[in-house]
């Protein structure tokens, strides 16, 4: 999988995932554009792709800002001149409130991050995509969720946001393919990082059960018995950014240790 030559932009590359992809598509021979919220968010993934031995563009952006996006991809074709790859994993951390826990401010961050995952991801590709369309080509992947398919208690705005991505990703997939363009998604479920390591470590003094016992009960939920690290996810988005997968379009891979089989 290699992408000498090509143009990848990441949005939503903050710590965590967006630094592992943003090191990762440098090593594989692309030049990187990094997308985030804050200039704190995007130094992490931006001294991973400068370890990697690449030369990012960062951007900070506000992902649904009609403005701010349209700068964003003007951005990077000033710097770049083209766009091959977008990478959408922009998302709101999920308040974990339920419907009936819910306080007028918590309703404005559940909107919020329903946009994020569904209008954000929206604005990103018409920006991106009319340079892909001139080219001929171009890849797309929105990184959805196993809450896109399986709702959980207290996450209904992280699954009603990751849910529009992944439906958005269908749609669009049938709109690009004539021009060559194709779709995707990738759908993590548990991803083993210090986030969620703090999460378990709090479960565990919650619940009273020990922080060892809290992670191989979630590890034994999954048929492979571990939750799936940050690098077996990016080489998901990479696969399916490159031309290994050239006749793949409309589809969602599944990577979450066998936790949930898509039926």
């Not at 939503?12 to 995932?17: F, V």
């Not at 554009?33 to 995007?42: F, K, T």
């Not at 340079?131 to 890849?139: E, K, P």
């Not at 363009?181 to 991803?191: D, E, L, S, Y």
């Amino acid at each position: 999988m290699r992408f000498d030559g090509q143009v990848v932009l990441v949005v939503g590359a903050g710590p965590g995932l967006g630094s592992c992809l943003a090191a990762r598509f440098v090593q594989s021979g692309g030049q990187v554009a990094l997308a985030a919220r804050s200039s704190r968010s995007l130094s992490t993934s931006t001294e991973a792709a400068r370890k990697a031995g690449g030369e990012p563009l960062a951007l900070e952006v506000d992902v649904v800002s009609i403005d701010s996006a349209r700068r964003m991809a003007e951005a990077v074709i000033d710097r770049f001149g083209r766009i091959d790859i977008l990478v959408n994993n922009a998302f709101d951390p999920p308040r974990r409130r339920t419907l009936l826990e819910m306080q007028e401010e918590d309703l404005a961050d559940w909107r919020r991050t329903t946009e994020i995952g569904g209008y954000g991801t929206l604005l990103a590709c018409r920006f991106t995509v009319p340079h892909m369309v001139a080219a001929g080509s171009g890849s797309i992947v929105n990184m959805t969720s196993l809450s896109s398919r399986a709702g959980m208690p207290g996450r209904s705005d992280f699954s009603a946001g990751k849910a529009q991505a992944h439906k958005l990703a269908q749609s669009l997939a049938s709109e690009l393919g004539p021009h060559g363009i194709r779709v995707n998604c990738v759908a993590p479920g548990p991803i083993w990082s210090a986030q969620l390591e703090r999460h378990y470590r709090a479960e565990s003094e919650r619940t009273g059960v020990p922080y060892r016992d809290v992670v191989a009960q979630a590890a034994g939920e999954t048929a492979l018995r571990r939750i799936p690290r940050e690098d077996e996810i990016a080489n998901a988005v990479l696969f399916l950014s490159s031309e290994l997968s050239s006749g793949i379009t409309g589809a969602v891979i599944d990577v979450n240790a066998g936790l949930y089989a898509t039926p």
